[in-house]
């Protein structure tokens, strides 16, 4: 990487100097400058070494001004020049030449070789349709599956369904109150039909409070294998995966084979990890009214003040549990996977901590297994209120999806009337279905979103349609030039250059965004690259250019097509032949 080879000949560099040599080893950045003026790189590198020598002599800029000019006149300096800038970063130019050889190079994504990694994501909960707020852990966590697979990891992905639990017990029982019991109805049934039966079922049990008694006698004969519930259930399941499917395959995201797995899947692991509980000291909590208990687990040598519930007074299961079965599972079938990481909401935060601490506790996970909470924010409603299937204010996906290509059906029929009629259906599923995706994945994965629906239909501006387009202009240009040998034949003007440098930085972008498990970053980048091409074209002369020029200029829009595609495909977005 980039980084790490400028970082290794700073050391080199710092090391002729007798004064600095004894902190060489000391961490320093090498990161972007804050204006591209100053360089293509920079260092803090006189900030670290002014304040380990604490000799007012040797302030940050003085140190800057000693190592750029050693560095400057180095064999360094032939490709790679150095500047320093007030307060005291030292900046690093590369030459013309030096930036086409990095962009040929091809990338070595080698800090995932040989690392196994588990990534669960999307978890919908079944008798529901997948709405808008399921959007963000699906395709959040599809990102990392693509980013993870490109920089060179071994990628186990899981979807950690929620077919288990008190939801199914209302369910269950409002179909018998409804219905009756013949349960061949069910098989008609769709995952709406479901969905409205579980609102009807909040509504109803208001006012009738023998359906919350139902509905707890059911999930008990659920959960002890009742022939007629389980056979509900299993109606239920199979109409909702169905659904699921359909999305999944609309958006082209798959999960490794056998990991798309209930909470069913881990019910009878859950008196083993009880019985692991006992073993490390798990006590009875306060009584409930009727004098049952809850079984506890202390996690306070984690820092955790709250205890993690294992069993509830009732004795039935709470989430904590069916999810310590599933990491005590998963970590026996991938003994060799070094991170676990769950793409679930900020609100979970504390259950996951419980989880993976109590994890630890019970020896399921070691030192050497990190599990990682991959946060992201809620979308919210446009009050600022999160959608919920119970009060029926969820949006669902499939039509927020729908009216995406709607709208870009609408747009491409006034920008290309000329598109025939199966070609406009393509290009109208590829831009709409990239337009939602560019508009969750193009923010930090953290903050909250409140829909709109005018934001989101919107391709103006910093758009995923923007770059699409950025794409298919330069390809077209490059198809009617129709030259097969372009390379490096001439200096750099000053859009090809900034083109050049966005371009080179394409692995260092990776390695952050996977650091920072932050697909955003790589969207602002696919975004730069589309401003540079589109910047090269509009700035310099293409057709007209002498040989040489023509030449570079096709080369730099080649690398860039690559790049922008390359990046929007880790983002789950195609790109059309037309637009």
């Known amino acids: 990487m980039i980084t790490h080879l400028l970082a ?33 790189w920079s260092s803090n590198i006189s900030f670290i070494l002014s304040k380990k020598l604490r000799n007012k002599d040797y302030t940050p800029l ?18 790679i020049t150095t500047n320093f800038a007030a307060p005291g970063f030292l900046n690093f130019s590369f030459s013309d030449l030096y ?31 997948m709405h808008v707020g399921h959007i963000r852990s699906t395709v959040i966590g599809a990102s990392l599956v693509r980013l993870a697979n490109a920089c060179g ?9 929620g077919d288990w639990g008190t939801p199914f017990g209302k369910l269950i029982a409002q179909y018998i109150h409804t219905y009756g019991r013949d349960i061949s109805l069910a098989h008609t049934f769709t995952i709406a039909q479901w969905e409205k039966l579980y609102v009807a079922w909040h509504a109803e049990s208001e006012l009738n409070k023998e359906l919350i008694k139902n509905a707890r006698m059911w999930l008990v004969k659920l959960q002890n294998g009742d022939e007629e519930a389980v056979s509900l259930w299993r109606e239920i399941k199979e109409t909702s995966m169905k659904g699921f499917q359909d999305i999944y395959d609309r958006l082209e995201i798959v999960f490794t084979d056998g990991l798309v797995r209930g909470e069913s899947y881990y019910h009878n692991v859950i008196p083993s990890v009880i019985k692991d509980a006992l073993s490390k000291g798990a006590f009875e909590g306060d009584p409930a009214p009727d004098g049952t208990r809850p079984f506890m687990l202390d996690l306070s040598e984690y820092g955790i003040a709250q205890p993690i519930m294992l069993r509830k007074a009732d004795g039935g299961y709470p989430y904590a549990a069916t999810d310590l079965a599933a990491l005590k599972i998963r970590a026996k079938e991938f003994p060799d996977v070094t991170s676990f990481l769950y793409v679930v909401g900020n609100e979970q935060s504390l259950h996951l ?30 009050h600022g209120k ?20 709607e709208y870009a059906r609408e747009v491409t029929s006034d920008k290309n009337p000329s598109l025939l009629p199966e070609e406009r259906e393509k290009v109208s599923e590829i831009l709409g279905v990239g337009a939602v995706l560019f508009a969750d994945l193009g923010q930090h994965r953290t903050t909250d979103i409140t829909f709109a629906w005018d934001s989101l239909l919107d391709f103006s501006g910093d758009t995923s349609a923007y770059i699409q387009y950025a794409v298919v202009r330069a390809t077209s240009v490059v198809k009617k030039l129709n030259k097969q040998d372009v390379f490096f034949d001439a200096p750099f003007s000053p859009a090809g250059r900034a083109l050049a440098v966005t371009l080179h930085r ?7 965004a996977w650091r920072d498990y932050a697909p955003h970053l790589i969207a602002e980048w696919a975004m730069q690259v589309a401003k540079d091409m589109t910047n090269l074209y509009h700035e310099t002369s293409i057709l007209k250019a002498s040989d040489s020029e023509q030449r570079t200029r096709l080369y730099l829009l080649k690398n860039g097509i690559n790049a922008a595609t390359s990046a929007l495909q880790i983002l789950g977005i195609k790109v059309p032949d037309k637009m």
């Open 386 to 405: 999160k959608f919920s299937t119970r009060d029926g204010t969820a949006i669902r996906l499939q039509e927020l999806l729908n009216r995406a290509v």
């Open 8 to 40: 290794e000949k700073l050391k080199k560099v710092v090391s002729t100097f007798s004064e600095f040599s004894e902190f060489i080893e000391e961490d320093f950045e090498i990161t972007m400058p804050r204006q591209s003026s100053y360089g293509d």
């Open 153 to 161: 990891f071994t990628v186990f992905s899981a979807n950690h369904i």
């Open 353 to 382: 901590q419980q989880v993976f601490a109590g994890a630890h506790k019970l020896g399921y996970i070691s030192n050497k297994n990190i599990c990682t909470h991959v946060k992201f924010g809620r979308i919210l409603g446009e």
């Open 62 to 79: 003085k140190i800057s001004g000693m190592i750029s000019q050693k560095w400057n006149n180095s064999d360094f300096g032939k490709d």
């Open 99 to 129: 930036l086409s050889t990095l962009i040929d190079s091809p990338s070595q994504y080698s800090f995932g070789k040989g690392q196994k990694v588990f990534i669960e994501f999307s978890s919908p909960n079944i008798a529901k349709e």
């Open 506 to 512: 394409k692995e260092w972008v990776w390695s952050i």
